[in-house]
Nanobody, 122 residues
């Protein structure tokens, strides 16, 4: 079983930055892909970014490309989401996920974190 724990969320003004962290523990797999999703109140969960552990290949949603950067530190077993130029519409609960198939287009990730709240004020 894999446990994912997000941290780094908080309140930030529009135009500011936050860095989210996702620490993985348990039976992790280097072939997994890691991803960030987000869910705003009353809306469906949406894909934000993905990266694979082994090679660091990345994919981003169009709404965040150029502003957000996903990265990983294999030694620390941690995935990061650097969020710059934040907008009020980025306000959501951000979830870390792991996909055992290693796909950068995860349809049904196998493991999820509990989420961390990001609130962007204007």
């Amino acid at each position: 079983q894999v446990q994912l724990v997000e941290s780094g969320g908080g309140l930030v003004q529009a135009g500011g930055s936050l860095r989210l962290s996702c620490a993985a523990s348990g039976r992790t797999f280097s072939s997994y892909a890691m991803a960030w999703f987000r869910q705003a109140p009353g809306k469906e969960r949406e894909f934000v970014a993905a990266i694979n552990w082994s090679y660091g290949n990345t994919r981003y949603a169009g709404s965040v490309k150029g502003r957000f950067t996903i990265s990983r530190d294999n030694a620390k077993n941690t995935v990061y989401l650097q969020m710059n130029s934040l907008k009020p519409e980025d306000t959501a609960v951000y979830y870390c996920a792991a996909d055992a198939r290693g796909s950068l287009w995860p349809r049904d990730p196998d493991y999820w974190g509990q989420g961390t709240q990001v609130t962007v004020s204007s």
